[in-house]
């Protein structure tokens, strides 16, 4: 397809001077409001022509309120047809992010528990990874003084994929089931879907008789994870306000620290049961889906899946349940549909095949198919899954017994799980992009330091307690880091027309990723030993930190619509800032002290609401005892 000029959902000529800016090769990095640069009058006929085309002429002044604030956020101080009620909800999306619905968090939080099956297999089969080998007659751990184990290579490598399983299923089937199934059934049709497999799969683990029989219910135990962890963070970013939707989002990757956490538990719980111990870590599984199966009828449907779907009365009363106010809804679903005609102009009809081949071949999309692959290829190549798969294996090779070893993976779920609350905060202040710079460098250094720990000789206490505080450290960087920007990310950066073949791409990439890993890392073990295989993870951290600084732009603060100017960025004009603009600028403020230089901006924002205008309007509307003062006019659009 050609790179295509559109002008912001409108003819040119109803823009007059207006510059248009190109979604597929915005060169000067200028992020637009649609609506930007309409008249009033045009304006005002736009809304009444989309009420008529939508049966919503009962709604017609609220929406000409709404899109009026949605042209112009920064002033809706100055415009007469709002109430004081309606400027005051307006203020609060400033003063007070977090006062939302709680049919909001509701929303969110009950569809991210589905996490914690992730979560908590992945350490199910970790305990239980010291039993079922044996009942099933593939030993991997050759035992001093016992006869030599035939074919340990080959029981290394089953024992591998039995645990990859779920990553299998979800990698090449559940994650692509992801588009089709969505457009039949919407958002919560397919969380309701995955939920089953993850109810009925752990059950079947629990009783299987071979290692094959294990092996098949975690492939479908994968249909579940696949699916479900393609829409969740998406419909979680599709109902949540920009100011807050990473601190929302990440809601997934707290419950998936929360079961992995409980995971541990568990293994510690029914670990001196008998035989049966590994059946029941593997079956318990299935706790965490029972109250998504039963929930997600609760929830509302994602409005901006109805609004693709062209059902605008169902999306506006869902809009209504997840924000404030009816002006609020309003003004979402006007500048929704708006920015939505300008994709449809760019990106045009397409099936399933085309989407997929387009996430290769339109250039807005191509790039954000590139971030997304980055950052979830990161999350496999920090070493996170090595930990949480194998760390009762690791934990025994450097000499604990099985009890201590459990109870060292337990402490490793505890600090994944506690160090993963600061970034509700931290996501959508400091921004995904620099927890990511911030944390990578320091998980590269941990995980060596782990590995240097094993030459410590074993007769030392230092060797085990040095080894478990490394890994701590390296889980306390990873969880307000690489641990809630992925999924968050991924969800974010795609068009609403690409969403969901995009994010099953995402999601596809960090589970084949995880299963390879799963599936290798035994035989790595053996054969580089523990030092070798830390050593190696610490230099793919190292790695994905260069991929990370060239390639991934920052999504914080920006609504859904917005991303569309931010990745018609090219590919190389963002690599070069970061080296040459970005870099320097690093280097001589924080190593050479200089500490009066300026950074010049990447993106110039238009009549756009980003973060440095809410700190503005915060100063400015606030007065010294916490009362907005009236008739102060909000700073204007700077550049940041």
């Known amino acids: ?178 588009d089709p199934l969505n457009n039949w059934f919407g958002r919560r049709g397919v969380i309701f879907f995955s939920a089953v497999f993850c109810v009925i799969a752990p059950f079947g683990s629990a ?35 920009a100011s807050i939707r990473g601190g929302l989002v990440m809601s997934w990757q707290m419950w998936t620290a929360f079961g992995i956490f409980l995971g541990f538990s568990a293994n510690l719980a029914v670990k001196d049961v008998g035989a049966i111990a590994w059946r029941l870590q593997l079956g318990s599984a299935f706790i965490p889906a029972v109250p998504l199966l039963i929930g997600v009828y609760f929830c509302p449907e994602s409005p901006r899946w109805l609004m693709k779907k062209g059902r605008y009365t169902k999306a506006y009363r869902s809009l209504c349940k997840l924000r404030n106010t009816e ?33 290769f071949t339109i250039p807005r999309v191509r790039r954000a198919t590139l971030a997304s692959f980055i950052v979830m290829l990161a999350q496999q190549m920090c070493g996170i899954n090595i930990i949480a798969f194998y760390s009762s294996t690791i934990f025994v090779q450097a000499g604990a017994t099985s009890t201590n070893a459990l109870l060292a993976s337990w402490g490793f779920g505890l600090v994944n799980f506690v160090f993963a609350w600061p970034a509700v905060w931290t996501i959508d202040t400091w921004g995904r992009r620099t927890l990511l710079l911030f944390t990578f460098p320091n998980m590269a250094w941990t995980l060596l330091a782990a590995g240097f720990c094993f030459y410590i000789p074993t007769s030392s206490k230092a060797h085990l307690g040095l080894i478990a505080m490394f890994i701590y450290l390296f889980a306390a960087f990873y969880s307000p880091g690489e641990g809630p920007v992925p999924f968050t990310y991924s969800a974010e950066v795609f068009p609403l027309s690409h969403r969901e073949v995009g994010m099953a791409w995402a999601v596809a990439t960090c589970l084949f990723w995880a299963a390879v890993l799963s599936v290798s890392f035994p035989r790595i073990l053996q054969a580089f030993k523990p030092q070798g295989a830390f050593g190696f993870y610490a230099a793919l951290n190292v790695t994905a930190f260069v991929l990370i600084f060239l390639f ?40 050479l002290c200089n500490r009066r230089l300026k950074l010049k901006p990447l993106y110039q924002f238009e009549d756009t609401f980003h973060d440095s205008e809410f700190d503005g309007i915060r100063k400015t509307s606030v007065g010294e005892k916490g009362t907005v003062t009236q008739g102060d006019k909000p700073p204007s659009s700077s550049s940041s």
């Open 552 to 591: 991934l732009p920052e999504t914080k603060q920006r609504t859904l619509e917005e991303l569309d100017y931010v990745f018609a960025v090219p590919t190389h004009v963002h690599a070069r800032y970061q080296t040459f603009t970005a870099l320097p600028y690093w280097f001589r403020k924080n190593i």
């Open 1 to 178: 397809m050609s790179d295509k000029e559109i002008s912001s959902g409108h003819e040119q000529g109803r823009r007059g001077t207006v510059t248009t800016i190109n979604i597929n090769s915005n060169s000067e990095a200028r992020i637009q409001n649609p609506l930007a640069g309409i008249s009033r009058e045009d304006l005002m006929q736009d809304v009444e022509t989309f009420c008529q085309e939508q049966g919503m002429n009962d709604k017609l002044a609220l929406i000409q309120r709404g899109a009026l604030v949605a042209q112009n956020p920064k002033n809706f101080e100055h415009i007469p047809e709002l109430s004081e009620g309606e400027k005051q909800a307006l203020r609060d999306e400033t003063l007070h992010k977090w006062r939302q619905p709680w049919r909001l968090y509701f929303t969110v939080i009950l569809c991210s528990i589905g996490a914690a099956v992730q979560g908590w297999d992945q350490t199910g089969s970790n305990g239980a990874n010291l039993g079922f080998p044996d009942e099933f007659g593939i030993p991997t751990d050759q035992k001093k003084g016992a006869p030599p184990i035939e074919h340990l290579d080959y029981n290394n490598w089953i024992v591998g994929l039995v645990n990859s399983g779920p990553y299998i299923g979800s990698a090449f089937l559940g994650c692509w089931m992801n």
């Open 207 to 241: 009783v299987c008789q071979n290692w094959e029989q294990l092996l098949a219910t975690r492939l479908l135990l994968g249909i579940g994870m696949g699916s479900k962890a393609s829409t969740v963070p998406i419909y979680a970013a599709e109902n949540c306000p």
């Open 327 to 359: 002006l609020q809804a309003a003004r979402d679903l006007f500048y929704v549909h708006a920015q939505l005609t300008i994709e449809k102009d760019v990106l045009g009809k397409s099936n399933y095949v085309t989407r997929f081949i387009q996430l």
